[in-house]
Protein backbone atom coordinates (compact mmCIF):
# COMPACT_ATOMS: atom_id res chain seq x y z
CA UNK A 1 0.00 0.00 0.00
CA UNK A 2 0.93 3.38 -0.80
CA UNK A 3 -0.19 6.39 0.97
CA UNK A 4 0.80 9.64 -1.00
CA UNK A 5 0.37 13.46 0.61
CA UNK A 6 0.89 16.58 -2.02
CA UNK A 7 1.21 20.03 -0.46
CA UNK A 8 2.47 23.44 -1.87
CA UNK A 9 -0.65 24.50 -3.67
CA UNK A 10 -2.05 27.72 -3.48
CA UNK A 11 -2.95 31.34 -4.94
CA UNK A 12 -0.63 32.58 -7.00
CA UNK A 13 -0.38 35.52 -9.78
CA UNK A 14 -0.37 34.88 -13.09
CA UNK A 15 3.66 34.84 -14.73
CA UNK A 16 4.24 33.55 -10.96
CA UNK A 17 5.48 30.02 -9.48
CA UNK A 18 4.75 27.09 -7.06
CA UNK A 19 6.46 23.93 -6.43
CA UNK A 20 4.25 20.53 -4.99
CA UNK A 21 5.78 18.07 -3.38
CA UNK A 22 4.58 14.40 -3.06
CA UNK A 23 5.51 12.65 0.24
CA UNK A 24 5.04 8.96 -0.05
CA UNK A 25 4.98 6.31 2.68
CA UNK A 26 6.19 3.26 1.86
CA UNK A 27 8.94 1.20 1.44
CA UNK A 28 9.94 0.48 -1.81
CA UNK A 29 9.65 4.45 -3.43
CA UNK A 30 12.49 4.00 -5.86
CA UNK A 31 10.24 1.28 -7.03
CA UNK A 32 7.60 3.52 -8.58
CA UNK A 33 7.00 5.95 -11.63
CA UNK A 34 5.43 8.68 -10.36
CA UNK A 35 2.71 11.44 -12.00
CA UNK A 36 1.15 14.44 -11.45
CA UNK A 37 -2.17 15.31 -12.99
CA UNK A 38 -4.63 17.95 -12.79
CA UNK A 39 -8.85 18.62 -13.00
CA UNK A 40 -10.21 21.59 -13.46
CA UNK A 41 -13.65 22.30 -13.01
CA UNK A 42 -15.98 20.52 -15.16
CA UNK A 43 -12.71 18.53 -16.85
CA UNK A 44 -11.54 15.61 -16.87
CA UNK A 45 -8.49 14.48 -14.98
CA UNK A 46 -5.55 14.98 -17.15
CA UNK A 47 -2.02 14.29 -17.10
CA UNK A 48 0.95 16.97 -16.82
CA UNK A 49 4.60 15.51 -16.22
CA UNK A 50 5.59 12.18 -14.82
CA UNK A 51 9.62 10.75 -13.33
CA UNK A 52 10.29 7.07 -14.08
CA UNK A 53 11.18 4.82 -11.05
CA UNK A 54 15.11 5.69 -11.78
CA UNK A 55 14.50 9.52 -12.56
CA UNK A 56 16.17 9.20 -15.03
CA UNK A 57 13.20 9.88 -17.52
CA UNK A 58 10.28 12.30 -17.99
CA UNK A 59 7.40 13.13 -20.10
CA UNK A 60 4.90 15.82 -20.12
CA UNK A 61 1.72 16.95 -21.81
CA UNK A 62 2.62 19.55 -24.17
CA UNK A 63 0.81 22.90 -22.88
CA UNK A 64 3.32 22.50 -19.91
CA UNK A 65 7.02 21.66 -21.78
CA UNK A 66 9.20 24.26 -20.84
CA UNK A 67 7.17 25.37 -17.84
CA UNK A 68 7.24 22.67 -15.54
CA UNK A 69 9.57 20.31 -14.20
CA UNK A 70 9.27 17.00 -12.20
CA UNK A 71 11.58 15.39 -10.08
CA UNK A 72 12.41 13.11 -7.91
CA UNK A 73 14.54 12.39 -4.39
CA UNK A 74 14.43 8.51 -3.53
CA UNK A 75 16.21 9.18 -0.13
CA UNK A 76 13.37 11.82 0.92
CA UNK A 77 10.33 9.73 -1.05
CA UNK A 78 9.08 12.90 -2.31
CA UNK A 79 8.45 14.32 -5.83
CA UNK A 80 8.09 17.55 -6.85
CA UNK A 81 6.40 19.48 -9.54
CA UNK A 82 8.05 22.66 -10.28
CA UNK A 83 5.37 25.31 -12.09
CA UNK A 84 7.01 28.40 -13.79
CA UNK A 85 5.51 31.13 -16.18
CA UNK A 86 1.77 29.89 -14.60
CA UNK A 87 -1.52 30.71 -16.25
CA UNK A 88 -4.57 30.63 -15.38
CA UNK A 89 -5.50 28.08 -17.77
CA UNK A 90 -2.88 25.91 -15.38
CA UNK A 91 -5.58 26.23 -12.32
CA UNK A 92 -7.22 22.96 -11.50
CA UNK A 93 -6.61 20.59 -8.53
CA UNK A 94 -3.62 18.76 -8.90
CA UNK A 95 -2.45 15.11 -7.96
CA UNK A 96 0.63 12.58 -7.71
CA UNK A 97 0.03 9.60 -8.46
CA UNK A 98 2.11 6.15 -8.29
CA UNK A 99 2.42 3.53 -10.38
CA UNK A 100 4.40 -0.10 -10.53
CA UNK A 101 6.10 0.02 -13.68
CA UNK A 102 8.14 -2.87 -15.02
CA UNK A 103 10.46 -0.81 -16.87
CA UNK A 104 12.85 1.07 -14.78
CA UNK A 105 12.82 4.23 -17.27
CA UNK A 106 9.15 4.21 -18.17
CA UNK A 107 6.89 7.30 -17.91
CA UNK A 108 3.26 7.04 -17.56
CA UNK A 109 0.85 8.99 -19.21
CA UNK A 110 -2.20 7.32 -18.62
CA UNK A 111 -4.49 7.38 -15.47
CA UNK A 112 -5.15 3.66 -15.19
CA UNK A 113 -1.45 3.34 -15.27
CA UNK A 114 -1.11 4.54 -11.91
CA UNK A 115 -2.28 2.19 -9.04
CA UNK A 116 -2.14 4.91 -6.13
CA UNK A 117 -3.58 8.55 -5.29
CA UNK A 118 -2.63 11.60 -3.24
CA UNK A 119 -5.59 13.73 -2.23
CA UNK A 120 -4.67 16.51 -4.43
CA UNK A 121 -4.03 19.81 -3.73
CA UNK A 122 -5.69 23.56 -5.37
CA UNK A 123 -3.61 25.86 -7.32
CA UNK A 124 -5.08 29.11 -8.23
CA UNK A 125 -3.33 30.94 -10.97
CA UNK A 126 -5.30 34.49 -10.86
CA UNK A 127 -5.14 36.70 -13.98
Known amino acids: QVQLVESGGGLVQAGGSLRLSCAASVRTFSMYGMGWFRQAPGKEREFVGG????????YYVDSVKGRFTVSRDNAKKTVYLQMNSLKPEDTAVYYCAAGGFYSAEQVGSKIVEYEYWGQGTQVTVSS
Open 51 to 58: ISRSGGST
